[in-house]
C-alpha cells in the first residue's frame, strides 16, 4: 500500500499568510494525487487534482506542485474561510489512500 | 445540481449488520464511478470502496474486505453499503463520493452515521 505523509500535521497562520502543506508518498505516484479541504461537520471539499490542476470555483490563491513522491498545497494569502483541515489523496493505485491531514488554525 | 444522499446509518451491536444506501441525483449516475469513504470521530479520512460505472470493477479496503460489499442500481440512481460482521473500529461517518476523474472525488454527500456499541 502506497502511505501518504503530510507534514506539518498542525499549522498556526494569520490571515494574508503564505501557507505550505507538504505530502510525501511512500512510492512513485507521478501525478495522481489530489487535495481536499474539510471544515468541522462538513463533507471533503476537492480542491486540486492531478497534483496541480484547480478544481473549478476553487479560489486562485490554492496552487498545486509536485511529482513522484512530493508534492506541495501552497495557499498564497490566507483567508478567514481557509482556516480547516486539508488532506492529500493518491489516486495511483489501490487501495486508495489519504494523508493524515493538516489541520490549519487561526494564529 | 449534483446531489448524493446518504442514508441508514445508526447504533447497531458489535457482529451486526447494516445497510448504507446514497440516493444520487443531478447526473447521468450510470455513468460514473462511485466510492464510500468512511471518517471514525476526530480521525482522518480512510477510502472503504469503489465500484465502477457498470459493476464490473469492485475494490475494497483490507480493513472491510469480505465483509462489506459495495452495490449500485443504475436504475434507481443509488449506491449502497451492505455492512456485516460489524465492529467497534467501524465506528464512523461514512461519505459516498462520486468519482469524476480516476478515483478523484469531486462531489460528497453529507455522511451517515455508524456507530458499532454494545
Known amino acids: 500500500d502506497i502511505q501518504l505523509t503530510q507534514s506539518p500535521s498542525f499549522l498556526s497562520a494569520s490571515v494574508g499568510d503564505r501557507v505550505t502543506i507538504t505530502c510525501r508518498a511512500s512510492?512513485?505516484?507521478?501525478?495522481?494525487l489530489a487535495w481536499y479541504q474539510q471544515k468541522p461537520g462538513k463533507a471533503p471539499k476537492l480542491l486540486i487534482y492531478?497534483?496541480?490542476t484547480l478544481q473549478s470555483g476553487v479560489p486562485s490563491r490554492f496552487s498545486g506542485s509536485g511529482s513522484g513522491t512530493e508534492f506541495t498545497l501552497t495557499i498564497s494569502s490566507l483567508q478567514p474561510e481557509d482556516f480547516a483541515t486539508y488532506y492529500c489523496?493518491?489516486?495511483?493505485?489501490?487501495?486508495?489512500?489519504f494523508g493524515q491531514g493538516t489541520k490549519v488554525e487561526i494564529k | 445540481e449534483v446531489q448524493l444522499v446518504e442514508s441508514g446509518g445508526g447504533l447497531v451491536k458489535p457482529g451486526g449488520s447494516l445497510r448504507l444506501s446514497c440516493a444520487a441525483s443531478?447526473?447521468?449516475?450510470?455513468?460514473?464511478?462511485m466510492n464510500w469513504v468512511r471518517q471514525a470521530p476526530g480521525k482522518g479520512l480512510e477510502w472503504v470502496s469503489s465500484?465502477?460505472?457498470?459493476?464490473?470493477?469492485?475494490y475494497y479496503a483490507d480493513s472491510v474486505k469480505g465483509r462489506f460489499t459495495i452495490s449500485r442500481d443504475n436504475a434507481k440512481n443509488s449506491l449502497y453499503l451492505q455492512m456485516n460482521s460489524l465492529r467497534a473500529e467501524d465506528t464512523a461517518v461514512y461519505y459516498c463520493?462520486?468519482?469524476?476523474?480516476?478515483?478523484?472525488?469531486?462531489?460528497w454527500g453529507q455522511g451517515t452515521l455508524v456507530t458499532v456499541s454494545s
Open positions: 463520493a462520486r468519482d469524476f476523474d480516476m478515483a478523484t472525488f469531486d462531489y
Open positions: 443531478g447526473f447521468t449516475f450510470s455513468s460514473y464511478s
Open positions: 465500484i465502477s460505472s457498470s459493476s464490473s470493477y469492485i
Open positions: 512510492q512513485g505516484i507521478s501525478s495522481y
Open positions: 492531478a497534483a496541480s
Open positions: 489523496q493518491q489516486l495511483n493505485s489501490y487501495p486508495l489512500t
